[in-house]
């Protein structure tokens, strides 16, 4: 029976071969990697402890990030990264790091080869999805049962039905992947793929380079998803063959595989998209929204921290300062990316333009620290969501959007199209 990208990388991973890999059955399944961060993982090791668990099953399939909590902005936080610490001790988890000692999970795991085609992920973070960028299965799992994978080296899985969305046109200038999946969000809300594979591919993949498909799947889980995955193409291979330390198998889907529905997307008709508060969904264009002043503008995270984000907001803040009454923050999302940027220039360009660079921390991100808005705030941020509280005091408003959108947004101290400026 032909197969999508997910059947196919489930049906590779299946431990019984007896249950037919296809949409609404249970599959058990090993994962290639566990990834867990300072947020989520103290609880999972609280919830492996009541399951009596003594040492990890493959200590080298965990991953553990400090980023939610990094540097610590309280005691309270203090002491999620010291049971990271410990765990890492105590059952020998080679892969730990800490604080400036890696960046970001989501960037940080593919940074070091720790992700590749075709593997199998489960993580505690909701936006574990972001790996279907390197054509990996991610998707977040609960806090039990990443500790129960621990223990037993196995969990189940239903099998997702697929969604296509097929790429094509070439991009308009200032357009990246996060309008991608603002205007998908926007077409079919954010239940509209719910427990869904979506899945990517088409001639328009090539206007997409690794990091700009990081942005399209950071959100799937936006959209309900399940997972979301890219077509494994040139810069697949290209990317896999120069990164990859682990095992990994490139996977496209059959000819005439199955999907619940087919969407088609024209990169050339896009404009820069921005969702409103107080959903992903709340999508409109650019500009529909010019004269909204902003207090904070926040770019950088887990998907739009890359050396592409920065190479974009450098390119819109060049020879220019930060609008007074706003102020800006832009935050690498590992620290190889951030010395790379330093040897590009991109760091004192941003200083100079008067932007707070911060060390990589998902901190602002949801509004722990290094950046949570006051009440009555209004943000323009890369990030993936914008829920009432979900960046500071529940208050503000945060609008989502591109890097080019964001860096336009705080020269003009007000919501911009790149383009006008």
């Known amino acids: 029976m032909a197969q999508t990208i997910a059947e196919k990388i489930l049906e590779a991973h299946a431990i019984d071969d007896k249950t037919k890999v296809e949409p609404g059955n249970v599959v058990r399944a090993r994962v290639d990697l566990v990834l867990l961060n300072d947020a989520n993982g103290p609880v999972a090791f609280r919830h492996f402890a009541n399951m009596g668990g003594g040492k990890v099953a493959v200590p080298d399939k965990v991953v553990l990030v400090c980023d939610h909590f990094a540097p610590a902005p309280s005691a309270a936080g203090a002491r999620m990264l010291r049971d990271m610490r410990r765990f890492a001790q105590d059952k020998g988890i080679e892969h730990f790091y800490d604080v400036g000692k890696g960046g970001i999970e989501h960037t940080l795991a593919p940074e070091l080869g720790l992700i590749g085609p075709g593997n199998l992920i489960g993580g505690g973070d909701s936006h574990t999805g972001?790996?279907?960028?390197?054509?990996?299965?991610?998707?977040?799992?609960?806090?039990?049962?990443?500790a129960a994978i621990m223990v037993l080296d196995e969990t189940w899985f239903r099998v997702p039905e697929s969604m296509r969305f097929?790429?094509?046109?070439?991009?308009?200038?200032?357009?990246?992947?996060?309008?991608?999946?603002?205007?998908?969000?926007?077409?079919?809300?954010?239940d509209g793929a719910l427990y869904k594979s979506m899945e990517f591919g088409g001639p328009g993949l090539a206007e997409l380079n690794i990091d700009e498909r990081m942005a399209v799947c950071n959100l799937v889980v936006e959209a309900g998803a399940k997972t979301g995955i890219f077509d494994a193409d040139e810069a697949t291979r290209e990317w896999a063959a120069a990164t990859c330390k682990r095992p990994y198998r490139m996977v496209n889907p059959d000819p005439g595989a199955q999907y619940a529905s087919r969407h088609d997307i024209d990169l050339?008709?896009?404009?820069?998209?921005?969702?409103?508060?107080?959903?992903?969904?709340?999508?409109?264009?650019?500009?529909?929204?010019?004269?909204?002043?902003?207090?904070?503008?926040?770019?950088?995270?887990?998907?739009?921290?890359?050396?592409?984000?920065?190479?974009?907001?450098?390119?819109?803040?060049?020879?220019?300062k930060i609008a007074r009454g706003t102020r800006a923050m832009i935050v690498p999302a590992t620290q190889k990316i951030y010395m790379q940027a330093m040897q590009e220039g991109l760091i004192e360009q941003f200083i100079e333009s008067g932007a707070a660079v911060s060390t990589p921390t998902c901190g602002a991100c949801f509004g722990g620290h290094n950046g949570a808005l006051d009440d009555g705030e209004v943000a323009f941020a890369t990030i993936n969501r914008n829920f009432k509280g979900r960046a500071g005091h529940a208050g503000a408003q945060v609008y989502l959007g591109n890097s080019y959108v964001a860096a336009a947004t705080a020269v003009a101290g007000e919501i911009m199209d790149p383009a006008a400026l």
């Open 130 to 146: 972001t790996a279907g960028a390197f054509n990996a299965f991610g998707t977040g799992m609960s806090w039990s049962g990443m």
């Open 268 to 320: 050339g008709r896009l404009r820069p998209m921005v969702a409103k508060p107080y959903s992903p969904e709340n999508v409109v264009e650019v500009g529909e929204l010019k004269g909204v002043h902003v207090d904070q503008v926040y770019m950088g995270n887990c998907a739009n921290g890359t050396i592409t984000d920065l190479r974009q907001i450098a390119s819109i803040l060049k020879g220019r």
């Open 166 to 190: 097929n790429l094509h046109g070439k991009k308009a200038p200032h357009i990246t992947g996060k309008d991608i999946i603002l205007k998908i969000l926007q077409d079919i809300g954010v």
